[in-house]
């Protein structure tokens, strides 16, 4: 279960909401109850259990959007994982958007190929490449898919019942690369580097746009504007962008923004089919993209399905379609009377050209380290670092020398000699003595710190801090030497010294599932967490180690070098190509 807290719409907490609470807060609210009183579907037509809906953006068959798109999969992905560790149950929607014809051709240097067999060909690498990634998605959507022509098709007969399309002749700046009509002071003019021209590109994406002429149908999006602006008043709450969404959002408040092309020339694709009605028109790729957000939840709809899986409640995309997603999107689903997102988030990560080719990274270390490096190192600033080199420094220097070496400490045989043990906690009658006070506060704290972040998909940040606190453990552990206990046979000091070792192996390895969710389990495993003790609740501290015979104990030492291994310092493509390596 999860809670909408209405005046703050967009975040989750216990979902009790019983009518009188609606009503109050709906009139407390400005901004829910003009949208509910402007012909849309209501965003809780009862009380009742609704799954969390995540989308991605579909993939573009680009060589150089496959990287982003999985970033934001593997966002996506840890983000549903912590949820459903909390018992909620979740739709993750990925897929391909197989438009570009004219593209694919571009990319493949050939036109003697059959594109469509070419596109499914290149769709079905990205879905194998989230798969190693162990992106547990619950729906993997193509563009060219009959359930989804059929979305479109109703969507576009929605829109003209409504009377929110017409034909017209487009002219202006166009990028081929974003497939999107530019205004002017949208453009600038750049010297290429190389060749010394001067370019006209985008301030957006910073890709180059020429002068295009052309027929197409146009989406009244100033019609939709007041509506828009409604929505977007308290935007902050419920869209976390990266520093450029204030001047969209100062547009749009001062009605700059004008009416989109929704349609293109049929001569840009070689297979989309043609509008109802329309022999030289299609729909256009963005809106298209856009409109597979619906078609994973089965639209059009009978109204028991929309209220399972609809409105959307959270978005995540890269920053660089973030006006799709803000604007044109939202709009799409006002001017067809549906709700818009309850949260958008967008990041900034764009990869450039690096070494680190993921299907070689993912063999050689394993879907948890890359997953894990992507999310704690790789971002807006750091992108372009993400290289062999730097997956085995940050592989070595976090999991191997801190998580890694926890384990192999504290599963050490020497600490066991008669075989496997619980740590059991026994507080201090003067309370928690000063050598234990930082590492138990720091556990204590530790789960609630992390819950903050996973919702605000700071995952940087989380991870930082669940290393911060193996950091702690480790030198704890060192300070504190239960080998010496041993020969002294202070089992009770002994135990004391452990407990907080342990404990941080336990709560770190849940707080890690959505993250790495192999090796998480396989640390738990190791330590005889039953299964049904790996959830979100289960992460507080002095929760595990019920007083059990030894036979709960199954953890194995020699275990820690299947999950931490040492890998050599140079990785190159050399290593890479020894395949008997894992």
């Known amino acids: 279960m999860f809670t909408l807290s209405v005046p703050n719409l967009f975040r989750f907490s216990s979902f009790r909401l019983d009518q009188s609470n609606f009503s109050r807060c709906i009139s407390s ?45 593997i966002a996506a992905d840890s983000l549903k994982r912590y949820y459903e560790l909390k018992g909620l149950e979740v739709k993750l929607s990925v897929g391909a958007s197989e438009y570009g014809a004219l593209k694919v051709k571009s990319i493949l240097g050939r036109t003697d190929l059959n594109l469509q067999e070419q596109c499914k060909n290149i769709s079905d690498k990205y879905k194998k490449l989230l798969d190693a990634a162990m992106v547990s998605y619950t729906d993997f959507i193509r563009t060219t898919e009959k359930r989804h022509e059929n979305a479109v098709e109703h969507v576009w007969n929605r829109l003209i019942e409504n009377d929110l399309v017409y034909k017209d002749k487009i002219e202006g700046w166009y990028s081929k690369n974003d497939r999107l009509f530019y205004d002017e002071a949208d453009i600038k003019e750049i010297t290429h580097s190389h060749s010394g ?172 380290v890359f997953r894990y490096v992507y999310l704690a190192y790789v971002d807006s600033s750091n992108s372009n670092k993400f290289s062999n080199q730097n997956i085995n420094i940050w592989y070595t220097m976090d999991l191997v020398n801190q998580l890694g070496q926890l384990i192999h400490k504290c599963l050490s045989s020497q600490l066991f000699p008669n075989g496997p043990w619980i740590p059991i906690f026994s507080k201090n009658t003067n309370g928690i003595p000063e050598t234990d006070r930082i590492i138990h506060q720091a556990l204590e704290t530790l789960p609630d710190t992390i819950e903050k972040y996973y919702k605000k998909l700071e995952f940087s940040k989380a991870l930082k801090q669940i290393l911060a606190t193996i950091t702690l453990a480790n030198k704890y552990f060192d300070k504190i030497s239960p080998i010496e206990f041993v020969t002294t046979k202070d089992y009770i000091s002994m135990n004391r010294a452990l407990y907080y070792s342990f404990e941080t192996l336990r709560i770190t390895g849940i707080l890690l599932q959505p993250i790495m969710p192999d090796r998480s389990l396989k640390l738990l495993n190791i330590l005889g967490i039953r299964h049904n003790e790996h959830k979100w609740e289960d992460a507080k501290f002095g929760k595990g180690w019920p007083i059990l015979d030894n036979k709960r104990r199954k953890w194995a030492p020699y275990l820690y070098y299947n999950l931490y291994p040492h890998l050599p310092n140079q990785v190159d493509d050399n290593v890479f190509a020894n395949k008997d390596k894992k």
């Open 29 to 73: 609210n400005r901004s829910l109850r003009n949208i509910m009183n402007n012909d849309y579907t209501p965003i809780i037509s009862h009380v009742r259990k609704k799954p969390i809906f995540i989308t991605t953006p579909v993939f573009t068959l680009h060589s150089d959007t496959i990287i982003s798109s999985l970033y934001t999969a």
């Open 197 to 368: 021209k001067k370019l006209k590109v985008t301030n957006y994406t910073g890709r180059p746009v020429e002068w295009h002429v052309e027929e197409r149908y146009k989406f009244r999006l100033s019609k939709i504007l007041p509506k828009l602006m409604e929505w977007l008043k308290d935007y902050e709450e419920f869209i976390n962008a990266p520093n450029s969404l204030h001047g969209l959002i100062n547009k749009i408040r001062q009605g700059l923004v004008e009416d989109v092309p929704i349609s293109r020339p049929r001569s840009s694709t070689d297979w989309k089919s043609n509008l109802p009605g329309e022999t030289e028109q299609i729909i256009d790729p963005l809106f298209d993209a856009y409109i597979n957000y619906l078609t994973v939840t089965g639209f059009p709809w009978s109204e028991n399905n929309y209220n399972k899986f609809c409105p959307l409640d959270i978005q995540i995309c890269p920053k660089y379609i973030l006006r799709s997603h803000v604007i044109y999107g939202p709009a799409l689903l006002m001017g067809i009377k549906l709700s818009p997102p309850k949260k958008i988030f967008a990041h900034s990560f764009r990869q450039s050209r690096s070494n680190a080719e993921p299907f070689q990274v993912i063999n050689y270390y394993g879907a948890d």
